[in-house]
């Protein structure tokens, strides 16, 4: 299928420039100037929420700021509730960057949703986004009477680096038995860390991704090429037994997304190892395309029906 026209003008009007071989430093602020730019978002149809109220989470090293969406139809007393974990490379990407997002997403699902701002690279390398999203579950797992979420009803959410941090999550939770989520939500999600460019694809120039770009978020925040195989960072290499007994996941995935092959393999080993696991994919867009809610009627839709899927598997709708 084409490319959706009004994303393919949009990116032929703004894309994220690619600067590899560039100062770390200029690269790096540039980058997230137009990704500020491309991803930030006032619209004025944007769904009513009860509230959205800010709030200082846990993080492995710190604080961190987060940002709790409350649905109109989430209820009164504690309900179902999504912990969000935004994309960008590990360099990219704040609570501003996704809020149209995670409103979207609870207004669908009317689940109170989570949305956190974890340290970034190249200031904060590998590990550090990695021991945040566990520190913040942690965290959140205890915190549900301040949060309002039943602690037996919690997805764990994200996009692209976020969906990595998402499955890294729900696997580590097996690793060290700690509390499990009920459901994940991975938006074409980055599963592997290793490299793109010797993929057979007929598309390698996503709006938020291409080769270039994947080479310089890994090596942003790996800085040791043998932690690429690490499966903290690549989940889709991880051991059986850490597959083993995971909550069902829902995957999004775009069919002009250099990701997509990666992404269709993780949800086979999901169900190889028994984890109900369904995907939808999205033929005629691009990695990150949710982001562009304010010129895309398909990427409202699309997080809709992401939210009414996990609204129906927690029992929200």
């Not at 709030?55 to 999504?82: C, F, N, Q, S």
């Not at 549900?144 to 919690?154: E, G, H, I, V, Y």
């Not at 949710?290 to 990427?299: D, G, K, Q, R, Y």
Request: charged content about 25%; overall charge negative; glycine content about 8%.
């Amino acid at each position: 299928m084409a490319i959706d026209e009004t994303i393919k003008t949009f990116m032929d009007r703004f894309k994220l420039p690619d600067f590899s071989g560039l100062d770390w430093k200029q690269s790096t602020d540039r980058l997230r100037q137009s990704f500020y730019r491309a991803s930030r978002s006032v619209e004025r149809d944007a769904p009513e929420l009860a509230e959205v109220s800010t709030l200082a989470v846990d993080g492995a090293e710190g604080a961190l700021k987060g940002r709790l969406y409350t649905p109109l139809g989430a209820g009164i007393g504690p309900g179902p509730g999504i912990i969000f974990f935004h994309g960008g490379g590990f360099v990219l990407g704040d609570l501003d960057s996704h809020d149209m997002i995670c409103r979207r997403l609870a207004a669908a699902s009317r689940c109170r949703v989570l949305s956190v701002d974890y340290r970034l690279a190249p200031e904060h390398p590998f590990p550090a986004a990695h021991d945040d999203a566990v520190a913040v579950w942690e965290w959140a797992t205890q915190r549900t009477d301040l949060l309002n979420m039943d602690p037996d009803r919690l997805c764990v959410a994200g996009d692209s680096a976020g969906g990595n941090l998402s499955a890294f999550l729900a696997q580590e939770m097996n690793r060290t038995n700690g509390p499990p989520p009920a459901f994940q939500l991975l938006l074409y999600p980055l599963v592997q860390f290793i490299d793109i460019r010797s993929k057979k694809s007929t598309f390698q120039e996503g709006f938020f991704i291409s080769q270039n770009l994947f080479d310089y978020f890994r090596d942003a925040y790996i800085h040791h090429q043998t932690d690429r195989m690490d499966p903290r960072v690549s989940p889709l290499f991880a051991s059986d037994a850490d597959f083993r007994g995971l909550a069902p996941t829902h995957l999004v995935l775009c069919g002009w997304d250099p990701l997509k092959d990666e992404g269709r393999a993780y949800a086979a080993k999901l169900a190889a190892h028994g984890v109900p696991v369904t995907i939808r994919e999205h033929p005629g867009m691009v990695h990150g395309f949710m982001n562009l809610t304010a010129v895309s009627m398909p990427a409202r839709d699309a997080i809709r029906e992401a939210g009414e899927v996990v609204g129906a598997a927690l029992g929200s709708t």
